[in-house]
């Protein structure tokens, strides 16, 4: 979620509803060191050590926790496995579980009250719920297997336990909603939660609405020079080379196919204010989610034992992710204790509350990571609307509708009528329904922006807009995880991304056996005529579907030459692969320093160790100083700027949180960005990111002085590059001496670039000791936005870190044992709880912990043991 100062505020005025009138009591209560005080806060804690019957357990589980309250739960077979991991999450994490569910489900008026009417409308409209509930219906037996145990061991945590013993934060919320009843875990309930990763991964929908907003308010051509082509010249793809040769992608083999058609807009599209509804109600579920878009990223690599200290590969995976309080992820292992048909699990890895499995991590055989591959799966669709029908081909067409009926906490229950199209729901009819969004345009061009073939539709009463997206369509992906899990080999590991429909993520692999490889998964929709980048008409079928890349199309590699593998979100493959994926990757900055490092350390002939690995995983570089600092020093400058540019002589270009040059470095940086691209849209949803993304355009822009972007849109007379850079310069410095003090050398990035965890509930309601008692921070870091260390930030909105890696791991494939790992908070949701916050400092400063896989380093590391027995018959 993100920090800054817009996104706080509309939160707070989420929350007072509920907490106006809880603040003087959790005053009392925080400030006071009695008894009582400590027993309200630790009453939720878990048990974890003892013995616990459960009805539901067929035999014998111990749950092994270590002093970060990390389990690693024994069991004689993947039910009892199941079950345990339910009752785990739920111990440490339930009220995270319940808030989750009430997101997918379109339910948090429920919980919170009439301030979360419109996101439950948004909710709703998607329908993430009602398709996780068909999802079920396409599940293998094994998966409904994992996710019934699964479920039952959440309830057997929940069976007669009041709320208030379940986590603090029901204490909290009793005192403004008492009626709230926890309702049972249902499969679907965990289902439903990749409908929300998929939201946070998917793909370029905000560019999409950018490049209209910036069309609209500057020209079509300025549009597309804020999305230049990914430079292949310098920042290579994950795969070089392969071709696609009788249905089937063969690594490592040129390939003459032609790129895959790219349509260029030819006027202004004038939906923009629809467009920007649209993007104010998707921003909704920021808080709730944390932000998506540009910069949601990560970073992952395998280098395989020939370049290795060991002669095993070693794999490292730092997702980037919107920050939260706790952390997204929770530290586990399942293990068998003696394998079986009955009993096939074991692995470790990083788990989410909620949904059965690991997501990432390792088994006895191979370890994997995954990145965002951000293909395009999503079109915005300009649908003409007439009363309850719509026009395509020339016909009228019926709306699909169903009526949904939204409970309020303390009012009175809303009803909405989501209404759709062949294409998908209308999601521009929750941005008109709500009274903070920005009504229908008056004007849209006919025919609709860069699809000059489409017939022409008088616009009438206004476009509507669809949302065609991939993950509206049922499929089977949780699938892919039980496989994931269960995998043995490469070959395995491929299978199970076979079914891994969305969100795509590249999918890197290692094994014991010294083998390294990669898949892109997922379903990539093939178009016909229109590649995607802006909202298509929706009346004609000339610009619908018309299939998916075929998975034996999609681009692996095994056993590259070089011996290395990298994927941080850059481009998959070269353009002349034929089938389109997307033009919005990430520009690669952060996935060609990493590339740079790894071939600079073989070329020196150093073998990489765990250590190397976590030092690249904390790399502050910065690609966008490297190349705009040597001109900004040969720039005349005036008196004001002259001691903050001195800074920047001899700068190594790292963002360290010591940095006096980063902090006038990235100062200078956020003053350009905003009177360049900010100020001249006017506009909140088009905020520039600040990301390598405008890395690339300032420096394809750099050699064209006049050009229109170089314009101050800030101060009128300020025109053309040298003037804005100079104007930059002196206001970065006014700034930073008005923040940090009139020496330069005493100015420091850290200060200036802080993290706040927000719990994403209570964490944000305005009231300090509420904030106080959930949230953590403000914790200084290095690093930033392209950069491998990516902290990201949004320059608009100040220089807090609003994306972060999530975690970090590195994995020896020569012994687990020597493998590390660190999350961003603690394995607990309690607060105050000892694990809740305990991992924090390490994160900071690129500390990891060991991961203990084997038996004895278990043992040795374990703090807590709890037994769970079968519950005797009758009991």
């Not at 396409?138 to 009041?162: C, E, I």
């Not at 400092?841 to 769970?868: H, K, R, V, Y």
Request: hydrophobic share 40%.
């Amino acid at each position: 979620m993100t920090t800054t100062e817009t996104t706080p505020a509309r939160k707070r005025r989420t929350w007072r509803w509920v907490l106006g009138t809880i603040g003087v009591v959790l005053l009392l209560v925080v400030a006071t060191a009695s008894s009582f005080a400590q027993w309200t806060v630790k009453r939720s804690w878990p048990q974890t050590e003892g013995q616990i019957e459960l009805a539901g357990l067929a035999s014998t589980v111990n749950v092994v926790r270590d002093d970060l309250g990390i389990p690693t739960i024994y069991g004689d077979s993947d039910t009892d496995l199941m079950f345990a991991q339910g009752y785990v999450h739920a111990q440490d994490r339930f009220w995270e579980m319940d808030v989750r569910r009430h997101i997918t489900a379109g339910r948090l008026a429920e919980m919170f009250g009439e301030s979360q009417v419109p996101t439950d409308s948004f909710l709703r409209t998607l329908g993430w719920r009602r398709i996780a509930e068909e999802e079920l219906g396409l599940l293998s037996d094994h998966s409904l297997d994992m996710l019934d145990a699964y479920a039952s061991g959440v309830n057997a945590y929940l069976d007669g336990r009041p709320k208030v013993d379940i986590s603090l934060e029901y204490t909290v919320l009793s005192l403004q909603n008492p009626d709230y009843v926890i309702e049972p875990w249902v499969p679907a309930d965990s289902v439903a939660w990749l409908k929300a990763l998929a939201w946070d991964l998917r793909g370029n929908m905000s560019d999409e609405i950018a490049r209209v907003v910036y069309a609209s308010t500057t020209s079509i051509d300025q549009a597309e020079q804020v999305f230049p082509p990914y430079p292949y010249d310098r920042n290579r793809p994950i795969i070089e080379g392969g071709s696609v040769t009788d249905g089937a992608y063969i690594p490592d083999s040129v390939t003459s196919a032609s790129a895959a058609m790219s349509v260029m807009p030819q006027e202004v599209p004038a939906i923009a204010d629809t467009l920007l509804a649209i993007g104010a109600t998707a921003e909704l579920l920021d808080p709730w989610l944390g932000p998506s878009g540009d910069g949601i990223g990560s970073n992952s690599w395998a280098v395989s034992g020939q370049h290795t200290q060991t002669g095993l590969p070693i794999l490292a995976n730092d997702p980037h992710l919107g920050p939260a309080m706790p952390s997204l992820w929770f530290q586990s292992g399942l293990r068998c204790r003696t394998a079986s048909p009955d009993c096939t699990l074991q692995v470790a890895g990083w788990t989410m509350a909620g949904l059965p499995g690991v997501f990432i991590g390792h088994t006895d055989r191979f370890a994997w990571g995954f990145t965002n591959t951000g293909p395009d799966v999503t079109d915005l669709v300009l649908t003409k609307v007439e009363g309850d029908s719509y026009e395509y081909d020339g016909q009228i067409v019926p709306l699909t509708t169903r009526t949904e009926t939204i409970k309020v906490a303390g009012g009175d229950p809303v009803e909405i009528t989501v209404r759709s199209t062949d294409s998908g729901p209308l999601i521009s009819d929750v941005a008109e329904a709500g009274d903070t969004f920005v009504m229908v345009g008056e004007d849209a061009p006919v025919p609709a922006p860069g699809y000059a073939s489409a017939p022409e539709v008088p616009r009438d009463g206004g476009y509507a807009v669809a949302l065609r997206w991939t993950a509206l369509t049922p499929a089977p992906t949780f699938d892919a995880f039980a496989l994931l899990n269960n995998a043995e080999d490469f070959t395995g590991f491929r299978e199970a991304a076979r079914v891994l429909a969305v969100p795509a993520q590249n999918l890197l692999y290692a094994d014991i056996d010294g083998n390294i490889g990669y898949q892109m998964p997922g379903v990539v929709p093939v178009r016909s005529g229109y590649d995607g980048k802006w909202p298509v008409p929706g009346w004609s079928s000339d610009f619908s579907w018309t299939g998916q890349i075929p998975f034996d199309e999609l681009p692996w590699t095994y056993n590259p030459a070089e011996g290395w593998i990298v994927t941080a979100n850059q481009a998959v493959i070269g353009p002349d692969y034929p089938n389109f994926i997307t033009d919005d990757w990430s520009y690669g900055s952060r996935s060609q320093r990493i590339v740079d490092l790894i071939a600079g350390q073989i070329a020196d002939g150093r073998p990489f160790t765990v250590a190397d690995m976590q030092s690249i995983q904390m790399d502050s570089w910065s690609a966008n100083a490297d190349f705009l600092v040597p001109r900004l020093v040969e720039m005349p400058v005036s008196d004001q700027a002259t001691p903050a540019v001195a800074l920047l002589d001899g700068w190594d270009y790292q963002q360290t949180r010591e940095s006096a040059a980063a902090a006038y470095f990235n100062a200078f940086w956020r003053q350009l960005i905003t009177r360049m691209f900010d100020a001249k849209t006017g506009t909140e949803f088009t905020t520039a990111s600040g990301d390598d993304q405008y890395f690339e355009v300032i420096r394809r822009l750099w050699d064209v002085p006049n050009d229109p972007w170089w314009d101050d849109a800030t101060t009128p007379e300020t025109e053309g590059r040298d003037a804005v850079i100079a104007a930059s310069l002196d206001a970065a410095a006014s700034e930073l001496t008005g923040l940090q003090g009139d020496d330069p050398s005493a100015w420091r990035w850290g200060a200036l670039h802080t993290l706040l965890l927000q719990n994403a509930t209570l964490g944000s309601s305005g009231i300090r000791p509420i904030e106080m008692l959930f949230n953590r921070g403000p914790i200084e870091t290095a690093g930033g936005s392209g950069i491998v260390n990516a902290t990201g930030w949004t320059p608009s909105e100040g220089y807090e870190v609003n994306w972060v890696p999530s975690m970090r791991q590195v994995v020896d494939l020569s012994n687990f044992d020597a493998s590390t790992w660190v999350n961003l908070t603690g394995n607990s949701g309690h607060a105050y709880n000892p694990n809740y916050s305990d991992q924090i400092d390490a994160w900071q400063t690129g500390e990891q912990f060991p991961w203990a896989w084997s038996e004895q380093a278990i043992d040795e590391s374990a703090e807590a043991t709890l037994t769970l027995v079968p519950a005797a018959e009758g009991s």
